[in-house]
């Protein structure tokens, strides 16, 4: 989910470099891998913690990254590590993706489904999803089984809820409803 | 209020027979800062000014600032569980308050929901809280009166059903005890009085509703509180939610005992600490500061909720709504920012001042500077007769009280309207919690205005009038029924006051143990 605030900005100048570069899928890739490291919460602890040398986090940081990733992208990570921001990489990697998806017009779609859908139901739900965008779309999937049944689409900050669990709520509240507006009545 | 078997199955068949099963689209948006009962969401674009929010575990809020990527927001409720990165969707609706005859005899807070121990509020429809005032077309002019029982009041400020008049003055000066005096005696008169307390202790609400539940003003009472513990956002929402309750009277009526009640009075308690709470809520969200840091749409809150206050065309129903919004004033200052503000805004002001009420003139009305301007449209024609002589006699009298404070012999005209003026100023003196009916108020105002009572000692002409009035209920019923009846105080009625007022005159003074005399002394200086 994009967020305001720093991350944006990180991801705007990097996006900016990319595409200077023509590189914005390889940056893609490898921001995140660098995001995949940020998972580790034991990790991003030490690389941000202010009562570790700078470079020792630099080090270790240059240990885990520089076989896998770009010079640049090994610099985006230390710059982050030396301002004890590392922490914000899944946001600036979100807030990039974003972004990727903006100049090619695509639409990021987050599909909410109470078990995994098949390829096939995927693909169907890819078309409609679609139509509804007016867009090529980039579906991330999820799973909730709180839903129930059914399906929601979140297409931005559009959210087109068609779960059993939304329409039950429905169904509860115009009940509460009906009652308390027949005992007014009455 | 109980539903029967039968009807629940029929309302679950209907509810599910109408069942739209489709997909719901709504914005949704991610709470980034929550913080002082305000949060900043990012996302949400398609939401509305003033719309309502949903928050998880069904927290509302209200979108206040449309910025480019967030949304300001205040949350109606408790703001404890609300935290960073929770989803927060849009609801299509803005915020609405149950009206209706179910909301009589009820407190309530600014959303509707009960605070008393009777139960859910029943109702039929709901109102939203904000609403554009009524057009020019569909008015008309104020002309009937709404009698508050305050002698002072009725005869020399009147308020029309559908006026904006204004009650200001300093702490502790009566300015609520004018208004339950006020609600208090519309029992019986077919007039919803709405009694929205804003930023009040919660004791002092209590007590209010004691003592209009005590009086039997209840009934025809709704009462909408947001103390001052609530948050900023609802004590804001208060008097808009007490103007759609009022707003539904107006316009569709609703049952008080066997009549349908198109009229309704809404007392905004006060409307200072309203402004405050709109400051407080202003900062948070970080519009811009005025002057005494209020935000620069605060004439505005009010001049819109006062502007819906309004008496209806017969065409549109005749219904009306009258506002009496109060105003604290700091000591007596009110060329500060809001009073200044409202007093612009309304149709007049009743001034109450601390001097006034310490040297014993209850209630502490400066009749010099308040006005109604209304004026004498919205009086019966039984008060106009008695009102006109007594404005002229005490505007005399303040005038020749200042000048005589300094010179030692006086003539006797002028002794004569000194006295006159100190009898009649006693006579508009009131104890709290007793309005005086319409025949009563002119019954004594016109035998006061009439010289009767200037040999009365000045400390007993209370008692006199109350004396008076009674004996004029069991003796006189019919005459005092003919003025409540027609509200005309035509020169038969006239002489039958004088004429009684006369003998109960000679019994009083022989009582009293002093003579009846054609040369009255002047007695103590009243202020």
Redesign the interface.
């Given at each position: 989910?994009?967020?305001?605030?720093a991350a944006r900005r990180y991801a705007e100048a990097v996006f900016e470099l990319a595409t200077r570069d023509g590189k914005v899928d390889e940056w893609r890739r490898e921001v995140g891998i660098a995001c995949g490291l940020a998972q580790d919460k034991r990790l991003v602890r030490a690389v941000d913690s202010p009562a570790v040398a700078f470079v020792q986090r630099r080090k270790a940081m240059e240990q885990l990254l520089a076989k896998r990733v770009s010079r640049q992208v090994l610099n985006l990570a230390l710059l982050l590590v030396e301002r004890g921001r590392f922490s914000s990489m899944p946001a600036i990697s979100d807030e990039y993706d974003d972004l990727v998806r903006r100049s090619r017009g695509i639409v990021g779609v987050t599909l909410t489904t109470p078990t995994p859908l098949s390829e096939g139901e995927l693909a169907a739900v890819k078309v409609r999803v679609e139509q509804l965008a007016a867009a090529p779309v980039e579906i991330t999937t999820c799973s909730d089984p709180t839903l129930i049944g059914?399906l929601c689409v979140?297409i931005?900050?559009?959210?087109?809820?068609?779960s059993v669990s939304?329409?039950l709520a429905?169904?509860r509240k115009?009940?509460i409803q009906?009652?308390?507006?027949?005992?007014?009545?009455? | 209020?109980?539903?029967r078997s039968d009807?629940?199955v029929s309302?679950?068949k209907?509810?599910?027979d109408n069942?739209d099963?489709?997909?719901?689209?709504?914005?949704?948006?991610?709470v980034?800062q929550v913080g002082d009962g305000i949060a900043q969401i990012?996302?949400?674009?398609?939401a509305l000014s003033s719309e309502l929010l949903e928050f998880p575990g069904g927290v509302m809020g209200m979108a206040l600032n449309l910025e480019e990527?967030?949304v300001g927001a205040v949350i109606l409720g408790d703001p404890i569980h609300i935290k960073e990165g929770d989803t927060v969707?849009t609801t299509g609706r803005v915020v609405e308050v149950p009206v209706?005859h179910?909301l009589l005899g009820r407190v309530v807070d600014p959303l509707g929901r009960p605070l008393d121990d009777k139960g859910?509020i029943?109702?039929?429809s709901t109102r939203p809280v904000e609403r554009i005032a009524p057009g020019v077309i569909t008015r008309q002019a104020v002309d009937s009166p709404v009698q508050t029982g305050i002698k002072a009041i009725d005869a020399l400020i009147p308020i029309g059903r559908g006026q904006r008049e204004l009650i200001i003055g300093d702490r502790q000066t009566g300015k609520s005890a004018l208004a339950v005096d006020t609600i208090i005696n519309q029992k019986g008169k077919g007039l919803v009085c709405i009694y929205v307390a804003i930023g009040q202790k919660l004791s002092t609400v209590a007590k209010v509703v004691a003592v209009l539940d005590q009086h039997g003003a209840m009934d025809h009472t709704i009462v909408v509180v947001a103390g001052a513990e609530e948050s900023a956002a609802l004590q804001f929402l208060a008097p808009y939610a007490g103007c759609a309750m009022g707003e539904e009277v107006m316009e569709n009526g609703v049952q008080l005992g066997r009549k349908l009640v198109k009229d309704s009075l809404c007392v905004y308690d006060d409307l200072s600490k309203h402004a405050w709470a709109y400051r407080e809520m202003s900062l948070l969200l970080r519009r811009p500061p005025g002057r005494e840091a209020y935000p620069g749409d605060v004439f505005y809150i009010h001049s819109r909720l006062l502007e819906r206050a309004a008496r209806m065309s017969k065409a549109n129903g005749g219904g009306s709504l009258t506002a009496l919004p109060l105003i604290e004033t700091q000591a007596g200052d009110i060329s500060a920012y809001i009073p200044t503000n409202v007093i612009s805004i309304t149709d007049g002001q009743i001034f109450l001042e601390t001097d006034l009420f310490n040297s014993g003139q209850r209630p502490a009305l400066n009749i010099g500077i308040s006005v109604s301007r209304v004026g004498s449209a919205a009086q019966t024609q039984a008060m106009k007769k008695v009102a006109a002589p007594l404005k002229l006699e005490l505007a005399q009298y303040r005038s020749l009280a200042a000048f005589a404070q300094f010179a030692s012999d006086l003539d006797k005209a002028t002794r004569d309207q000194l006295t006159r003026g100190e009898k009649l100023s006693e006579v508009v003196k009131q104890p709290q919690y007793q309005p005086v009916s319409l025949e009563r108020q002119v019954a004594i105002l016109y035998v006061a205005t009439t010289g009767l009572l200037d040999d009365i000692p000045t400390p007993r002409v209370r008692d006199f009038e109350a004396q008076f009035t009674r004996l004029l209920e069991i003796e006189h019923a019919k005459v005092m029924q003919k003025i409540a009846k027609t509200k005309v105080l035509d020169d038969e009625t006239a002489a039958a006051l004088e004429a009684a007022a006369n003998d109960f005159r000679k019994t009083f003074l022989a009582e009293s143990g002093a003579a009846p005399s054609d040369k009255p002394t002047i007695g103590s200086k009243q202020s």
């Open positions: 989910m994009a967020r305001l605030g059914g979140t931005g900050d559009r959210e087109i809820d068609a939304a329409r429905r169904l115009q009940l009906g009652t308390s507006k027949a005992a007014g009545a009455a | 209020m109980a539903i009807e629940i309302i679950i209907s509810t599910i069942f099963g489709a997909a719901e689209e709504r914005s949704v948006g991610t980034v990012y996302g949400l674009s398609g990527e967030t969707k209706g179910g859910p029943s109702f039929t």
